[in-house]
C-alpha cells in the first residue's frame, strides 16, 4: 500500500489560484483510482474531485467543477472562494472508487487551504 502526502497549500486571495500535489511513497498511483477531500472546521469531510484509474473518468463537487481541474497527481484550484477554505487531502484506492471518503485505502494527512476574502 501506498503512502501519500499533499503539498502545495497555502493562504490565498479569493480569485487566486492554487495547485495541490498528491505524491506517493512506497510505490506508484498507477493502479490506483485517486480523490480528493476536503475538511473545513466543524464540518464532515467532503468529496471534491475523483479521476479514475486510466485517468479516462473523473468527476466534480457540484460546487468546483469548471473551476478545479485533477490530474492523477495533482488538483488545480482555480477562482478559489472562500468557501473553499478547508485541509484538503488526497486519497487513492486500487479496487473501490466514488465519492464515499471510506472507500479509500491510502490516505495522505491533508495541507491547508485558506482562502481570504
Known amino acids: 500500500q501506498v503512502q501519500l502526502s499533499e503539498t502545495g497549500g497555502g493562504l490565498v486571495q479569493a480569485g487566486g489560484s492554487l495547485t495541490l500535489t498528491c505524491s506517493a511513497s512506497?510505490?506508484?498511483?498507477?493502479?490506483?483510482?485517486v480523490a480528493w477531500f476536503r475538511q473545513a472546521p466543524g464540518k464532515d469531510r467532503e468529496f471534491v474531485a475523483l479521476?479514475?484509474w486510466t485517468g479516462g473518468s473523473t468527476e466534480f463537487l457540484a460546487s468546483v467543477k469548471g473551476r478545479f481541474l485533477i490530474s492523477r497527481k495533482t488538483l488545480i484550484m482555480k477562482n478559489l472562494k472562500p468557501e473553499d477554505t478547508a485541509v484538503y487531502y488526497c486519497?487513492?484506492?486500487?479496487?473501490?472508487?466514488?465519492?464515499?471518503?471510506?472507500?479509500?485505502?491510502?490516505w495522505g494527512r491533508g495541507t491547508q487551504v485558506t482562502v481570504a476574502s
Open positions: 479521476i479514475s
Open positions: 512506497g510505490g506508484t498511483l498507477k493502479d490506483y483510482a
Open positions: 486519497a487513492a484506492d486500487r479496487v473501490n472508487i466514488g465519492r464515499d471518503p471510506n472507500l479509500y485505502e491510502a
